[in-house]
Nanobody
Framework: QVQVVESGGGLVQSGGSLRLSCTAS????????LGWYRQAPRKQRDMVAT???????NYADPVKGRFTISTDNAKNTMSLQMNNLKPDDTAIYYC?????????WGQGTQVTVSS
């Protein structure tokens, strides 16, 4: 069974950095796509960054050049390094695992960027 758990959110000043981590278990030996999504109050959930089992990464335009997604397969861990954070980055960030045609979501972690 796939289980997804994320952590690393917090409060940071504009221009600061945070690193989010996600552990996705139950995907060993399978093709997968992992990603980070975020949802601000009264907004839809949007893709932030995704990465495939082959290592191909994609980023939403607002975070290109500031965020970096990576995986550590030995630890079943995915990370999102967020630099030069802006108030518009404030949202709940969710880890997603797409495996075997199904989507699995973490519980979300709050990121708040003050001006």
């Amino acid at each position: 069974q796939v289980q997804v758990v994320e952590s690393g959110g917090g409060l940071v000043q504009s221009g600061g950095s945070l690193r989010l981590s996600c552990t996705a278990s139950g995907i060993i030996g399978r093709m997968y796509s992992l990603g980070w999504y975020r949802q601000a109050p009264r907004k839809q959930r949007d893709m932030v960054a995704t990465i495939t089992s082959n290592g191909m990464a994609n980023y939403a335009d607002p975070v290109k050049g500031r965020f970096t997604i990576s995986t550590d397969n030995a630890k079943n861990t995915m990370s999102l390094q967020m630099n030069n954070l802006k108030p518009d980055d404030t949202a709940i960030y969710y880890c997603n695992a797409h495996v075997f045609g199904l989507n699995y979501w973490g519980q979300g972690t709050q990121v708040t960027v003050s001006s």
